[in-house]
């Protein structure tokens, strides 16, 4: 940790100008290499024989590219996550009553699309330390009616796949055999896992290129990956107008030739964006590691944390107020945004509250008063992160002098 000296000095300094949100509005940037293929993709759309296509070369190639990169056999690019999670409940044909198991702390994309699809969604606990759905709970609330389990990869952190994979191999559903592991990467895309890049374990995996995500395609977009093929004709169905069957419901999910074409770009620069964002979060830990009230991300061995966010727990003593003075001084007084990403969906969103009445977490909920996530993007210098933590570290003295 820096001393009191170097942090005055760094906080005198001043921040550099711009505004630091929590949630950083671009997460993978973009370079001309990104513009021109913009630019190409237009162009090579001008013939009015050719036009910007439904299946086009770039599509195609962008899903080739990215199940190679994961090591999956397919690929099915669409337009976002929130439809990928969607058509993932499509593929499941959940019935009355069937039940989809999925951490309580969490985006509430993955819990819209269980119940919009008409499941029963179960929340499970989180491991503290990794934020992602808590096997041992997990197993806990597996019932007879438990057709599948959601994790999410949070915040650039892959879930412990092979034990969810084993408990669902343990508690098969009496009709529909083992139950289905479906990956939300959202905030993941290019972590790794076990020798494996995140994607490559579970029934399938659905992947973000929003604007704030990793990689992105021109503000919305996304990929499922899968090395199923009866599921991969099936998503392929959904997502056109029921493909090349006969037998499947489709709607219009398609990624454009555009996005696909940037998606290229994107993808190949993708190491190179997260090996600086891994980088801060690194230096930002060495920073912090010795204030006793914070409790830093961690990166368990076997696992490569991409760092979509850079999460903290405040000491339990500190779960509310304290939490929500410390941001709100770190933003007034320093101007060092961060967000609370994310607390329980059912005290967050009503929707969820009212389709999952009488279910309440005592962790999760005692996680959600205390996690934050101060402003983190590959793209600040070292200057920027010493910044930050030096804020960080001053504003928790503060509040420790105020009593």
């Known amino acids: 940790m820096m001393d009191k000296a170097r942090r005055k000095e760094i906080l005198k300094r001043g921040r550099p100008s711009g505004k630091w949100d929590g949630e950083p ?19 090579d759309s001008m013939d009015w024989q050719v036009g910007f296509g439904f299946y086009c070369e770039e599509m195609l190639e962008f899903e080739r590219k990215f199940a190679e990169y994961c090591g999956t056999a397919d690929a099915v690019s669409i337009t976002s996550a929130g439809a990928g999670l969607d058509m993932a409940m499509m593929a499941l044909d959940l019935e009355p009553g069937d039940e989809v198991i999925s951490p309580a702390i969490n985006f509430y994309a993955g819990h819209y699309s269980i119940i919009g699809q008409g499941g029963k969604l179960v929340f499970c606990e989180v491991d503290p330390k990794t934020f992602c759905a808590d096997p041992a709970d997990v ?31 343990r508690h098969p559903h009496s009709k529909h055999g083992p139950l289905k592991v479906i990956g939300d990467v959202a905030r993941a895309c290019g972590a790794g896992y076990k020798d494996t890049k995140v994607g ?25 990956t899968t090395d199923d093929p009866q599921l991969a004709r099936r998503l392929r169905a959904i997502r056109m107008w029921g493909g090349d069957t006969e037998e499947y419901w489709g709607g219009n999910y398609k990624m454009t030739k555009i996005q696909a074409a940037v998606g290229l770009v994107q993808l190949r620069r993708l190491d190179e964006m997260l090996s600086l964002r891994h980088e801060r979060a690194v230096q930002r830990t060495e920073l912090l ?42 933003l007034d007084d320093y101007g060092v945004g961060s967000a609370v990403l994310n607390p329980p969906t059912y005290q967050a969103r009503a929707f969820v509250r009212t389709h ?18 101060p402003f983190l993007h590959p793209l600040m210098s070292e200057e920027d992160n010493e910044y930050v933590a030096a804020a960080i570290i001053e504003t928790v003295e503060r509040i420790v002098d105020e009593g």
């Open 25 to 43: 509005m671009v997460g993978g940037w973009y370079t001309e290499e990104e513009v021109e293929a913009v630019v190409k993709a237009v162009r």
């Open 139 to 169: 197993e806990k609330r597996i019932t007879p009616r438990t057709r599948a389990i959601l994790p999410t990869h949070m915040n650039g952190l892959s879930a412990d796949m092979d034990a969810l994979l084993e408990i669902a191999e």
């Open 356 to 373: 999952t009445r009488g279910q309440n977490l005592p962790l999760a909920e005692e996680l959600g008063q205390r996690l934050f996530c």
């Open 289 to 330: 590691k010795d204030v006793s009230e914070l409790t830093l991300p961690s990166e368990p061995p076997g696992y490569w944390h991409a760092y979509y966010l850079y999460t903290i727990l405040v000491a339990p003593e500190w779960a509310g107020e304290k939490r929500d003075r410390l941001m709100k001084m770190l």
């Open 200 to 224: 490559k374990k579970g029934w399938m995996n659905v992947f973000s290129f929003h604007t704030m995500k990793l990689m992105t395609t021109l503000g919305e977009g996304g990929m499922i």
